[in-house]
């Protein structure tokens, strides 16, 4: 009796996908006897695999490792740093963001440039220059760019922006934009929400996603806010990110906190994005040439302005308001603050902090931690680039056939 070539090759796949990604959410090197422990796997079907990791430059030995035999050292295995890598782009308040990213989510390049004009496609002509420039010192350092995933401040269905009041846009195929202008890189695209790719970033800072295996360690519940050209929401649920039916979800700028509030671009009224966005906190002042609108933010609480006092004591009430709300519904036991929000956190934590002391239900047992987000301002593109750690460890089989 034979076997089918064509089931062995798929239980091959699966095999290798399976140790890849123990190998991925492990904490430090991992040896190959652990790697057998973990799966189940032969020692000879590890020692196969493994060096099919080594070969398509997705594993990397790196010294020595205890697999829990006193005096057995052993080599250990750990994510390559010449491999594969992710490019994020992000569109927020100050200007344009394009960072890459290796397997490990190491921030390998990451550079800015002003947003001069929010035109859909003047914005996604810019961005394209910088991805080219990106995947050109990327290789320089033995990194090939396979992913480029677009950060905007909206909800996306597919690759078109249905609505990104802070840019004008509306209906915009940023998806076919993208195309477009990284058609000469080859690399495969995709359009999120800047609130969830910060999430998604945050959720690897934490180590959360590098815990969370196919075994269901640990378990983390956050809510991560993102305060830029728009207020966004990234909503975390055992280890996982949370998109809504469509994708659509997140869209906290939009939460109504006072019915008969001032009117919102977005055509309602009494939105949060009304009391917290940074067009809020400037009241309606001009950003001097050369000045983000965070620094002038901060200049002005730091220099005491009585106005803009008020404004950021509003703004965190507002945003308090708004997330005890979400907290009291999914019962979500941690606040990141981030994007613009993280750089102004030690003027709203408490303000945001004693809003969800009064409304949050079971504050009292389980105070809701509030904090700045890890990686700040960052989080949306190094979130995007990190697309790439999930579309390898989905099927690295692919990304090896392909490299051959």
């Given at each position: 009796m034979t076997?089918?070539p064509a ?5 091959r796949?699966?095999?290798l996908?399976l140790?890849?990604r123990?190998?991925l ?5 991992v040896s190959r006897?652990?790697?057998a422990a973990a799966?189940g ?8 695999i ?5 070969a398509?430059?997705?594993?990397t030995?790196t010294?020595t490792t205890?697999?829990g035999?006193?005096g057995r050292?052993r080599?250990?295995?750990?994510l ?6 992710g ?6 308040s100050d200007?344009?963001?394009?960072c890459?990213?290796d ?11 002003p ?8 914005v996604?002509?810019r ?13 320089a350092e033995?990194?090939t760019?396979?992913?480029a995933?677009l950060a905007?401040?909206?909800?996306v269905?597919g690759?078109i922006?249905r609505?990104?009041p ?13 195309d477009?202008?990284?058609s ?6 995709a359009v999120?929400?800047e609130?969830?790719?910060a999430?998604r970033g945050?959720l690897h800072?934490?180590?959360?996603d590098r815990?969370l295996n196919?075994?269901g360690?640990?378990?983390t519940?956050f809510?991560?806010v993102s305060?830029?050209l728009?207020?966004?929401a990234g909503?975390?649920m ?6 809504g ?5 997140g869209?906290?700028g939009?939460?109504?906190?006072d ?7 977005c055509?309602?009224r009494?939105?949060l994005q009304?009391y917290a ?7 309606g002042e ?7 609108p965070?620094?002038v933010?901060l200049g ?9 006092l ?7 009430s507002a945003?308090?308001v708004?997330l005890a709300n ?5 019962g979500v036991d941690?606040v990141?603050?981030?994007g613009?929000?993280a750089?102004m956190d ?7 902090r004693?809003?969800l002391e009064q ?9 809701v ?8 301002p960052?989080?949306a593109?190094?979130g995007?680039?990190?697309?790439v ?16």
């Amino acid at each position: 009796m034979t076997s089918d070539p064509a089931r062995q090759e798929r239980l091959r796949e699966l095999n290798l996908g399976l140790v890849f990604r123990e190998v991925l959410a492990a904490e430090g090197p991992v040896s190959r006897t652990e790697l057998a422990a973990a799966t189940g796997l032969t020692r000879p079907t590890i020692t196969r695999i493994v060096e099919e990791l080594l070969a398509g430059r997705l594993v990397t030995e790196t010294g020595t490792t205890l697999d829990g035999r006193a005096g057995r050292p052993r080599m250990g295995l750990t994510l390559s740093r010449s491999g594969p890598a992710g490019l994020g782009l992000d569109i927020r308040s100050d200007g344009l963001a394009a960072c890459v990213v290796d397997l490990a989510g190491k921030v390998r390049h990451l550079v800015f440039a002003p947003l001069t004009d929010t035109d859909a496609p003047a914005v996604l002509e810019r961005l394209g220059r910088m991805a080219s420039e990106a995947a050109d010192a990327a290789a320089a350092e033995g990194l090939t760019v396979v992913t480029a995933t677009l950060a905007v401040p909206g909800p996306v269905d597919g690759g078109i922006v249905r609505t990104a009041p802070a840019l004008g846009w509306r209906d915009v195929d940023a998806g076919g934009l993208l195309d477009a202008a990284l058609s000469g890189l080859g690399l495969a695209t995709a359009v999120d929400s800047e609130a969830n790719l910060a999430a998604r970033g945050e959720l690897h800072a934490t180590g959360a996603d590098r815990s969370l295996n196919h075994f269901g360690r640990t378990a983390t519940h956050f809510i991560y806010v993102s305060g830029g050209l728009d207020i966004g929401a990234g909503l975390v649920m055992d280890g996982r990110l949370m998109r809504g039916a469509r994708g659509w979800g997140g869209q906290l700028g939009h939460v109504t906190v006072d019915p008969e509030g001032k009117p919102c671009r977005c055509g309602s009224r009494g939105c949060l994005q009304t009391y917290a966005s940074l067009p809020a906190l400037l009241g309606g002042e001009a950003v001097p040439p050369g000045a983000s609108p965070e620094s002038v933010i901060l200049g002005r609480a730091d220099a005491g302005r009585p106005e803009t006092l008020a404004a950021l004591d509003a703004a965190a009430s507002a945003l308090g308001v708004a997330l005890a709300n979400v907290c009291n519904l999914l019962g979500v036991d941690t606040v990141f603050l981030g994007g613009s929000f993280a750089l102004m956190d030690s003027w709203l934590a408490a303000g945001v902090r004693a809003e969800l002391e009064q409304r949050v239900l079971f504050a009292d047992w389980a105070p809701v931690t509030v904090r700045p987000a890890t990686i700040g301002p960052d989080a949306a593109a190094i979130g995007a680039a990190l697309a790439v750690v999930d579309r390898i460890s989905a099927d690295p089989a692919a990304w090896i056939a392909a490299n051959r």
